[in-house]
């Protein structure tokens, strides 16, 4: 419950507030909340920041989130796991090109 308090407020740039959230999530092993948050944030990276190798990580952090769900049967999240895998091979690629 904090972490969602946590996400209604200024996150972006807040690093310290950023770490809570993951942490809490982390904690209650909310994994669907915690792949999205980390969805959020590489949504960030990319759109204010223009960061696409800190979003590539946070998408790799937010697949690891989706894969724990999956190991425990939870089989809903299979197509969010494949959108995120494609979303990676897509900035990978972006990267790949722009060296």
Known sequence: MAAN?????DWRGQQKIVDLIIQY????????SLAGF????????IEDLKDYRKAL????????????????GARQYEEQFHATQA???T???????KE
């Open 91 to 97: 900035i990978t690629k972006f990267l790949s090109i």
């Open 57 to 72: 990580d946070e998408y790799r952090k937010a697949e690891n989130a989706l894969s724990d769900l999956l190991a425990c």
């Open 5 to 9: 308090y946590l996400q209604t407020t």
């Open 38 to 45: 980390y969805a959020n944030v590489a949504e960030y990276c």
């Open 87 to 89: 979303k990676i091979h």
């Open 25 to 32: 999530y982390s904690k209650a092993q909310a994994y669907e």
